[in-house]
């Protein structure tokens, strides 16, 4: 059974940073995902980042892009997003997600299997 929990969020100033982990249960190399996801108030859930099972490859969301950095601790079963420079814009409930074995680079939510409970994340201007 795969669990994925979030912590991290929290409320920082614009410019400032965050770090989110993503705790993992159950994640095998069959999970060749893990990706990010945020959802703000009356708005559609949208990609942030993913990155492959061995960590070689990571892929972002244009508007993140130089900003957040995602990495995996396979040692300590938790995926990590980076998140600098935050702008007000980037206020969101965050989500880590899982896909199975997926070709290509998932970036709809509807490629992803497995899902946590989400994160507040609160940049204050």
């Known amino acids: 059974q795969v669990q994925l929990v979030e912590s991290g969020g929290g409320l920082v100033q614009a410019g400032g940073s965050l770090r989110l982990s993503c705790a993992t249960s159950g994640l095998t190399s069959s999970s060749s995902h893990t990706g990010w996801f945020r959802q703000a108030p009356g708005k559609e859930r949208e990609f942030v980042g993913t990155i492959t099972w061995s960590g070689g490859t990571t892929y972002y969301a244009g508007s993140v892009k130089g900003r957040f950095t995602i990495s995996r601790d396979h040692a300590k079963n938790t995926v990590y997003l980076q998140m600098n420079n935050l702008k007000p814009e980037d206020s969101a409930v965050y989500y880590c997600?899982?896909?199975?074995?997926?070709?290509?680079?998932?970036?709809?939510?509807?490629?992803?299997?497995?899902w946590g409970q989400g994160t507040q994340v609160i940049v204050s201007s």
């Open positions: 997600a899982a896909t199975k074995m997926f070709v290509g680079i998932p970036t709809s939510r509807r490629q992803y299997d497995y």
